[in-house]
DNA sequence: AAAAAAT
């Protein structure tokens, strides 16, 4: 694993003065040297070999974990090891302990915690693997600032899909369970059409469509908001993307609290959307994590070189369909709406029962097929990027690249993409296996290039041999557990 | 011909 002298080295590293163009320079100067002295006090007894676990309570010094934190301010944070030393409140302990069955803190919830909870309760940027307890952080935030006495919207969680708020909510209602806060979604409830009174409940969620109009009809009040959460937020805050939704939702919550928290978490940041990050919220903590660090290795990732496209659902048909009642889940990722009713289709013709999912469907028929695949009913979902990101489903070990992510320009590789549709398998440390099916000159160098950008090997597996597909799903773990 | 998101 982790040599001592590669920790002392990265802390060192020029990375951690990488400070964009344009952005306060003093400020994350100063937090930079403050960082890098913190990282030198800390790494001196490594060099002497001499265990100093009094010292170790910074997980910059934790092996697996290379966060890199950039402070504000002065203001002493203290990792958490118990949620005690947090100062939630007894119902929220409850949440924890009865209602979800942790333990203790995960490293990023020990680490990120004391940030958002202690005052001044500054905004904060980051980043935390895939199935590493980052909901939980952020729900935990919005749980514990809100004021149960006070009935208006004080917290908002904003995020890029339907599905994504629907498991959000989900969340947010079990750790809640005990605290008596209460809380709405765009998923659940129509108000701008059902009910002409204002949203009462004290914590909602949504995607920005629905928001937006919420709040131009004075549905939902900003007056009273102290917490402003994006999930998934470098996707909340990309170009083409939901950017603009983005800005005008943060300026319009600002506009009524100057002292809004805004907690941007996601599993990716790169270099342009962090920039960016960095720019639009001021003053904030950060955390994050180098993206060699991201791959992670418990997902098992292969190459299959396919002739042609129709060898593509060849391999489904011959390879992976037939060995999915011992497989635990699977996800079928696809590039285009077409695509995912075109291949769902096809494999049903064949007798092949599966399930597909893309933002075309209308809500109601997503409710079903999320459900049926939630509770086991179905083992094969083929979907868009709709489920890309945040998706969980601990059953789900195999995820299937029918099409490469890409950016809207094709042969442009969609880094991120590739790791958090990887990141649906092996939720929680539990096993996982992503096939990548390649086509053609420009799809082969779109691996290479997701290969090299996360120094992470991608081993290459022969498309018209089962007796190696098998293997490597043994290898893998994934065929022991019978279904 | 990208997906995602409001009416």
Redesign the pocket.
Known sequence: MQKPAELTTRSESPADNDVPPGFEDVEVNEAAAKLSSVQVSEAAPDAGDEPDTSLKTDSLVERDTEVKKVLADDTLYTSAKTFEELGLSPELLQGLYIEMKFERPSKIQAETLPLILTPPHRSLIAQAHNGSGKTTCFTLAMLSRVDPALHAPQALCVC????LVIQNAAVLERLGKYSGITMTS?AAA?Y?TTRRARINEQIVV????????WMSKRVLSVAAMKVLVFDEAD?ML?Q???LD?SVRMMRQLQAANKDLQILLFSATFNERVKTFAQKAVKDANQVFVPKEDLSLDVIKQYRVYCPTSADKVKVLRDMIFPQCERLGQTIIFV????TARDVHRLMESEGHKCTS????MDHTARDRVIREFRDGTTKILIS???LSRGFDVTQVTLVINLDLPV??DVRIP?FETYLHRIGRSGRFGRKGVAFNLVTGDTERRVIDEIEAYFKHPIPEVPYDNEEEFVNVLRRAGLTEQEA
């Open positions: 890029p899909t339907r599905e765009t129509d701008a949504g995607t920005h469509g629905k928001l937006r109009d996707e990309k083409e993307g939901f939704d590039r285009t709406r077409e999912i893309q933002g075309g868009t990027d709709v950016e809207k969609a």
